[in-house]
């Protein structure tokens, strides 16, 4: 872990945010090569949920909503977490999150803890000028109420049948009483949640079906099996709505910590907005004559965990020809640079046929050039942020019109024809 906190704020994935005023409260910036990580992660999931489905739609939604909703949805009453406080040293914890031992985390007194108080994770604002009861409002916590309040406008203007689901990625905010392990926990972080709407006797099988599907996207892009495991949940532990969840956990440094969850929120959430807002949410059927609320399987993602555990996995280290090489072996939809064009040297004959490379590649993909240093160590530069191929123009270049492109993995050089090389590394992003 700390390996990769250390590369992270190295190659400018993750920075503290607020950094020059010594960070503020486990909150942090995603810098140009982590912002591309994450956008790739986001776009990863776009895709597989929405672009490769005819039955997916997408949405963004506003952050800020009408504060009914939040009553509607039950977190104004229940989403909160049981605060203790350490009273010895004073430090604050979840009561579900501290050792069996009962002993502080933080000074080790035993017993020392207060009772348990609710403590409500949204953040309050108010809207306008005043700041009264009647202008309070709230980030949302989660993107899901957002599809939910758009269903009927959703469906009705792109004439959706269930089963159909509405995706949407985009930023929560959750006033977490421990955030930490760097972008595992945060007050503020992004999420991806589609909400798929189904006839009510079909909720166990999709809910079956979105589990597999969201284990098989996490090994599809890079988290070995081993790394990875659904974990159904105990009765006691579901939401009161929800027939069914499953974590899809990840092996983090500290112990398995979730990934994602996908629940069955039955007709819960439809039917509380028909009776907040007064509309009706019913879907009716035309070829049975049947009015139905549908039934809804969520699975719901944050962007920033994902990225963490895709960095860990990818994170390695090792010895080549007696010299140390650290290596991002990230799946190359991932990476957030994905061919760096290098010249040899920095001798201007090279100049040209660099440039030429690069910009016909960057329409295309997402590339680096870096002139600076012996080329071994700039290969090790790329390397370690997890390019997948480095074009290298040498001298041989001026002669035979190819250059070398080298891999990440096995680092085999092959040579191209210059003339084909912008097709040949397009194919191996197709
Ligand atoms: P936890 O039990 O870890 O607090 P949760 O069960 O409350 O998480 P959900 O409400 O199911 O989380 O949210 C869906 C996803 O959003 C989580 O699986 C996680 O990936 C992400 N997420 C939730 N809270 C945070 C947070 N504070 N920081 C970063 N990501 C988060």
Redesign the pocket.
């Known amino acids: 872990m700390e390996r990769v906190v250390n590369l992270c704020k190295r190659r400018g994935l993750v920075f503290p945010s607020s950094d020059i005023y010594g960070g503020f409260r486990s909150t942090w910036d995603y810098g140009p090569l982590g912002v591309l990580l994450k956008r790739n992660v986001k776009d990863a999931w776009w895709r597989s949920m929405v672009q490769l489905r005819d039955d997916v739609v997408g949405l963004d939604s506003a952050i800020l909503m009408h504060p009914r909703v939040w009553e509607a949805s039950g977190h104004v009453a229940t989403f909160s ?1 049981p605060l203790v406080d350490c009273k010895q040293c004073k430090s604050r914890f979840r009561q579900d999150h501290l050792p069996e031992s009962g002993a502080c985390p933080n000074c080790g007194t035993k017993g020392s803890f207060t009772e348990a108080r609710q403590f409500n994770l949204m953040f309050k604002t108010h809207v306008g000028p005043v700041e009264d009861e009647a202008n309070a409002a709230y980030l949302r ?2 993107t899901a109420q957002g599809i939910f309040v758009n269903f009927k406008n959703v469906q009705t203007t792109s004439r959706l049948k269930p089963p159909f689901g509405i995706a949407q990625v985009g930023k ?1 905010f ?1 006033n ?1 009483i421990t ?1 930490g392990n760097f ?5 503020e ?3 991806r ?1 589609m909400e798929f709407f189904v006839p009510p006797a079909d909720g166990p099988k999709w809910f079956d079906y979105w589990v597999q599907a969201r284990h098989d996207w996490y090994i599809e892009h890079g988290i070995p099996e081993s790394s990875i495991t659904v974990r159904p949940h105990d009765t006691d532990e579901l939401s009161h709505y929800s027939t069914g969840t499953s ?2 956990e990840y092996a983090y440094p500290w112990g398995w ?5 996908i ?1 069955q929120r039955t007709d819960f959430d439809l039917t509380q907005h028909a009776k907040f807002s007064g509309e009706d949410l019913n879907y009716f059927d035309q070829e049975s004559g049947e009015h139905y609320v549908p039934h809804v399987i969520e699975p ?7 990225a963490l555990a895709f960095l860990l996995s990818a994170y390695d280290e090792e010895e080549v020809n007696g010299d140390k090489r650290t290596v991002l072996r990230l799946h190359k939809r991932l990476a957030p640079i994905k061919v760096a064009v290098l010249p040899l040297s920095k001798n201007e004959q090279l100049a040209p046929i660099t440039s030429e490379i690069a910009s016909k590649l960057r329409p295309y993909l997402m590339i680096d050039s870096d002139v600076s240093g012996a080329i071994g160590r700039r290969y090790r530069r790329q390397d370690e942020v997890g390019t997948p191929y480095c074009v290298t123009v040498d001298f041989d270049s001026l002669e035979d019109s190819a250059v070398t492109v080298r891999e990440r993995d096995s680092m085999q050089q092959t040579r191209i024809p210059i003339a084909d090389v912008v097709a040949y590394l397009r194919e191996q992003f197709d």
């Open positions: 977490d916590p989660e929560s959750r977490e955030p972008i595992f926990r945060t007050r972080f992004e999420q949640e974590d899809i910590g979730e990934l994602e969850g629940a719901a993602a944050g962007a920033d965990r994902a």
